[in-house]
């Protein structure tokens, strides 16, 4: 739609002008796409100030417009980055509640980290 925008506008503005490079719908189009997708080709551009004009706001709209695109992709790349961060950090922290829950069922002196039997108890003087 934009495109079809730039395309009449530009055909509007330089009506009547020889000096041109864009001499008819088909070159307009040509224009107003390298335009918005910012390549600029520089085989045809406009001569007249509203043609100048009409440029500059394609120019704008299509940096605009792969900006939103670029921050769509990554948005949609971070959610999915940050979702996987979770689920590793749940899964950890489930994995240690499982074996603070094992530590808490276990006899008092033994360690359920080692075979080492517990430790004797060391006589005080009296």
Do not use: K
Request: hydrophobic share 40%.
């Amino acid at each position: 739609m934009r495109l079809g925008v730039g395309t009449v506008a530009h055909r509007a503005a330089r009506h009547g002008r020889r000096a041109s490079s864009i001499h008819g719908c088909g070159d307009s189009l040509w224009w107003a796409f390298t335009t918005v997708s910012t390549v600029g080709y520089g085989d045809s551009y406009p001569v007249t100030t509203a043609g100048r004009l009409v440029a500059a706001a394609l120019m704008t709209v299509g940096v605009s417009l792969f900006g939103v695109v670029t921050a769509s992709l990554a948005t949609y790349f971070l959610r999915n980055v940050r979702q996987t961060d979770q689920d590793i950090t749940e899964n950890e922290l489930a994995a240690r509640l499982d074996r603070v829950e094992r530590l808490l069922e276990q006899p008092v002196g033994h360690s359920a980290t080692t075979d080492a039997p517990p430790r004797a108890a060391v006589a005080t003087p009296s």
